[in-house]
Structures are given as C-alpha cells and as structure tokens.
C-alpha cells in the first residue's frame, strides 16, 4: 500500500536552533498533505494543511512564521520549527491523501521533536 | 462542525476477552469513518475504514467496526484481545473532498492485563 516516509524519526535540538522534518510520500502523489501535532495522551490536532505550489492554511493559533510549510513538489512537504522553544517538544505527524482518487490518509511516523 | 467523540479514555480488558472501542461523530454528510491504532512513541496504522456499503466492516488484526447512522457510531469490536493490542486507539473522520484533512476522535488507551 501507499507510504508516507517521514524524517527524522526523533530530533533533540538547543533552544533557538531550527528543525526541518521532511515528510514524502513514497508512491503516489499528494498535492494536499497535512500536518498534525500531537501533546502526550492527547489527541491529534491539525496544524496546518500544505498545498503543492501554493500557500499553506494554518489553523487558528498556530503561528505561520514559527511553523514553516513548504509543499514544493508532489511528493514532498517539509515543515520547517523556527527559533525552537521548550514548549515546541512535541510528536509531528504529517499524512497524505493520493490525489487520485485517495479516500484514506497514509501517515508519516511521526518525529519526536525535544528542544532542550 | 465536525467532531468526533470517544467516551472511553482508558479501558482495561483482560487478554483473550471481548472488546469494544465507541466513537460518537457530528458530521453534516456521510462521511469516511476510519479506526487507526498508534502504540507509543510511533505513527498511525489504520484498521479499517468504512466507505459506503456493508456497515460492518471487517479489519487488520481480528478487528471489525460497525457503522449505525442513526446513531452516528462506528463502534470497533475484537471478539477475543491479545495482550500485543495494548495501544492507543482512535477514531477518525475523514471529508470526501479530497483537500479536507481529516478530523480524530481523542482517543482511547487499552491496557491488557495477562
């Protein structure tokens, strides 16, 4: 089946550094992908919905400048953590949908990201 | 709006025991229904999803759900659970048009006793 291949799978970064996670899908191509974040027990919450070639959409409260979405080709988005924080450790995960007719979302793995 | 509601946190079931896993949602169409299971510290994998059809579908690893529309449920079932299914379930509601992201439910977490 479909895969999504997200990277790296953890991260532990300084405070005020940045961190890039990539996340591709693998065999089938995504002009939508989405990317959520996750507190522990908690729940996903949508972050922000990356579009191939265009603008990201972000959800109320998340800060477009801290969160960097890139979407440059059918296959790739990059959700880049700028001048990370403490309060930024989390568990990203991006998902895709083929946009050829896809009904279900495949899912990265998903990275851990600590900002000590 | 759409939400989806699991009224369970945490259950706890005893290996070789029945399960069932409830998800309550609010959509404002048929929408695509879909149980993933997440262990910890890893991604998603999807159980089963529901479509359109038969509304009782059946799954990966013993699991089956059944959608009710008047109820607006899509509860997940096991007839008999391994202790290798401890993890965090959840359910999920996903748009037909393809440039809407999906929309989970707030999980539930299964224990396993031996």
């Known amino acids: 089946g479909a895969v999504v291949s997200q990277h790296p799978s953890r991260v532990i970064c300084k405070s005020g550094t940045s961190v890039k996670i990539e996340c591709r899908s693998l065999?089938?191509?995504?002009?939508?992908m989405f990317w959520y974040r996750q507190f522990p027990k908690q729940s996903l919450m949508l972050m922000a919905t990356?579009?191939?070639?265009?603008?990201?959409?972000?959800e109320q409260g998340v800060e477009k400048d801290k969160f960097l979405i890139n979407h440059a080709s059918l296959t790739l988005s990059t959700l880049t953590v700028t001048s990370a924080h403490p309060e930024d450790s989390s568990f990203y995960i991006c998902?895709?949908?083929?946009?050829?007719?896809?009904?279900?979302?495949?899912f990265g793995q998903g990275t851990r990201l600590t900002v000590v | 709006a759409q939400s989806v509601t699991q009224p369970d946190i945490h259950i706890t079931v005893s290996e070789g025991a029945s399960l069932e896993l409830r998800c309550n949602y609010s959509?404002?169409?048929?929408?695509?229904l879909f149980w993933y299971v997440q262990s910890p510290g890893q991604g998603l994998q999807l159980l089963l999803k529901?479509?359109?059809?038969?509304?009782l579908v059946q799954g990966i690893k013993g699991f089956e759900a059944e959608f009710k529309r008047s109820q607006s449920s899509f509860n997940l079932r096991k007839p008999s659970v391994h202790w290798s299914d401890a993890a965090e379930y959840f359910c999920?509601?996903?748009?037909?048009?393809?440039?809407?992201?999906?929309?989970f439910g707030p999980g539930t977490r299964l224990s396993v006793l031996p």
């Open positions: 065999d089938f191509q995504a002009t939508t």
């Open positions: 959509y404002g169409a048929t929408p695509y």
């Open positions: 529901y479509f359109s059809g038969d509304t």
């Open positions: 998902s895709a949908r083929d946009f050829q007719g896809g009904t279900e979302a495949f």
């Open positions: 990356s579009n191939e070639g265009s603008k990201a959409t972000y």
């Open positions: 999920a509601v996903g748009a037909r048009n393809y440039g809407q992201n999906f929309v």
